[in-house]
C-alpha cells in the first residue's frame, strides 16, 4: 500500500499546479470530518431522545463520553509512537473502518454496555488516533503554512459536524435514532477510507519534496523573534537563515512548557466536552425546540469553520501563549453567556461564540506542539500531550450530568467552568515557549 501511496503522490506531485501537501490536507482533512460523527454535539442531538425511549439517564449517557476519554488517556501515547513508527497513513486508515463500523453498530445498542461499547470505541477513534494522526502530518508537510493548514483541516471537522447533526437530526425525525446510527456510520466509510488509503504521504522527504514545497527550505528566512508562533520551532539568526529544532520526546518531558500546554488545554476541552455534550438538552430545557436546538449547533458548525481558518491566520502571527490565553478567556466568557439563553436569538448568539472557542481548540494546540517541539517525534510528543485533552473531556460531561442531576439545573457546572477557564487564561499567559540550544 505503501508503494501505491507513493506512487499516486509522485504522479499528482508532477502534474498538478501546486503543492502536493495540499492533497494531503484534503485526505487527512476527511478522517477529520468523520470523526465528528461520535462528537458530543452529535451527541447532544441523540440525548434527550434516548433518555425518553430508554428511561437512560443524562449521566449515563453522557457516561460514554467519560469512558471513551479514559480508555484513550492509555492509549494515547501508544498511538503517538505509532504514528512515528507506522506513519499517519497506517493509523488512519484502519481508524476510519473501526469508526464507521462503530458508529453504525449503534442502532442495535438498546443497552447500556452495547451504547458504551460502540460509543466509547468512536470517541477513542476521535480523540486519539485522528486528532494525532492527522495533525502530525500536515504539521510535517508544512513549517510556514502550518496555521492555514492545520485551519484548514479543522475547517473539514467543522463542516463534518454541521453534515453529521443534519444526518442525525433528518434520519432521527423520519425514521428513529437506529437510522441516524446507520445513516452516520455509513457516510463515514464512504468519505473517508479510501482517500486516507491512497492519497497520505507522512513526509514530503518521502517523494524528494520539501515542506512548504520550497526549494532550500529556511534559507533565506528574515530575522524575528525566536518566539512560540507557529514558526517557533525554528531557530532564526539575521546571518544564518533557521534552523527547525527538533526534541526528543524525553527532552520536551523535561521543559514546563509541555505540562503548562497539557494542562490549559486539557482545561479548555474539559469545557468544551461539558458544554458540548449537554448543550442540546440544555437549549431544550430552556423551552427551545428540537429544531431550533439543532439550527443553534448548526450555526455552532458554521462559525466553527470560518473560525478555523481565521485561527490558522492568527496563530501564524501571535505567540502561543497570547493566542491561548485570550482563547482561555473567551472561553469563559461563552460558558457564563449560557447561563443568558432563554430565546431562539440568543442561543444562535451563544452557539456563535461557542463556534470561535471551538475552533481555536481544534487550531492552536496542533500547531503549538510542532511548533514549540518540531516535526521528528511530533506523534509521540502530541501522544504526551493529549492526555490532557482527554482527562479534561472525561470531567467535563461528568460534572455537568452530575449537576444536572443534583440539582436540575446546569448552572453550578458552567460557573465552575467559567472560573477555571479564567484561571487557565492568566496561567498560560504568563509562561513561556521552551528553549533549546543547537549547534551548527
Not at 486516507?196 to 515542506?211: F, H, K, Q
Not at 469553520?305 to 482563547?327: Q, Y
Not at 472561553?331 to 461564540?353: D, G, H, K, R, Y
Not at 510528543?381 to 436540575?408: C, H, K, W, Y
Request: hydrophobic residues 55%; charged residues 10%.
Amino acid at each position: 500500500m505503501n508503494d501505491i501511496s507513493f506512487v499516486i503522490a509522485r504522479y499528482l506531485s508532477n502534474r498538478l499546479p501546486f503543492y502536493y501537501g495540499w492533497v494531503v490536507v484534503f485526505a487527512a482533512g476527511t478522517t477529520v470530518f468523520a470523526r465528528m460523527a461520535p462528537s458530543v454535539f452529535v451527541l447532544g442531538i441523540f440525548l434527550s431522545p434516548m433518555a425518553d425511549s430508554f428511561g437512560w439517564s443524562r449521566t449515563l449517557i453522557a457516561g460514554a463520553v467519560s469512558v471513551g476519554a479514559i480508555a484513550s488517556m492509555f492509549l494515547s501515547p501508544v498511538i503517538g509512537w505509532a504514528v512515528d513508527r507506522y506513519g499517519s497513513r497506517v493509523i488512519l486508515t484502519v481508524s476510519m473502518l473501526v469508526l464507521g463500523i462503530a458508529v453504525t453498530s449503534l442502532a442495535w445498542a438498546t443497552v447500556p454496555i452495547l451504547f458504551y461499547l460502540g460509543f466509547a470505541t468512536g470517541r477513542i477513534i476521535f480523540h486519539v488516533p485522528v486528532q494525532i494522526g492527522s495533525g502530525v502530518v500536515v504539521s510535517r508537510w508544512f513549517i510556514r503554512k502550518r496555521g492555514r493548514a492545520i485551519g484548514l483541516l479543522y475547517l473539514a471537522g467543522a463542516v463534518g459536524g454541521i453534515v453529521f447533526i443534519q444526518i442525525a437530526s433528518l434520519a432521527m425525525s423520519q425514521v428513529g435514532v437506529g437510522a441516524a446510527w446507520v445513516a452516520m456510520g455509513l457516510s463515514v466509510l464512504a468519505v473517508s477510507v479510501i482517500p486516507s488509503a491512497l492519497l497520505i504521504v507522512d513526509r514530503p522527504e518521502d517523494i524528494g519534496l520539501t515542506p512548504d514545497g520550497e526549494v532550500e527550505p529556511f534559507s533565506n528566512a528574515p530575522a524575528r523573534p525566536i518566539e512560540a508562533t507557529a514558526m517557533s520551532g525554528l531557530m532564526r539568526t539575521p546571518d544564518a537563515g533557521s534552523i527547525e529544532v527538533d526534541w526528543t520526546p524525553r527532552d520536551a518531558m523535561r521543559t514546563t512548557a509541555l505540562w503548562v500546554m497539557v494542562g490549559v488545554v486539557g482545561i479548555l476541552f474539559m469545557i468544551q466536552a461539558g458544554v458540548s455534550v449537554h448543550v442540546g438538552a440544555f437549549y431544550q430545557d430552556r423551552g427551545l425546540g428540537l429544531t431550533v436546538t439543532a439550527t443553534a449547533i448548526t450555526i455552532n458548525g458554521i462559525v466553527s469553520a470560518v473560525g478555523s481558518l481565521v485561527w490558522g491566520a492568527v496563530i501564524e502571527r501571535t505567540p502561543v501563549r497570547w493566542a491561548m490565553g485570550f482563547l482561555m478567556a473567551l472561553s469563559a466568557v461563552s460558558t457564563v453567556l449560557l447561563l443568558s439563553v432563554n430565546t431562539m436569538a440568543s442561543a444562535f448568539a451563544v452557539s456563535a461564540v461557542i463556534g470561535i472557542v471551538a475552533a481555536g481548540g481544534n487550531v492552536i494546540p496542533p500547531v503549538a506542539y510542532a511548533s514549540y517541539f518540531g516535526r521528528r517525534s511530533l506523534g509521540s510528543i502530541r501522544g504526551i500531550g493529549e492526555t490532557g485533552v482527554q482527562i479534561g473531556q472525561t470531567i467535563g460531561p461528568l460534572l455537568s450530568g452530575l449537576a444536572f442531576d443534583m440539582n436540575g439545573s446546569y448552572i453550578m457546572a458552567f460557573v465552575t467552568f467559567a472560573a477555571v477557564a479564567a484561571l487557565g487564561s492568566l496561567v498560560i499567559g504568563l509562561s513561556r515557549p521552551p528553549h533549546k540550544c543547537v549547534r551548527r
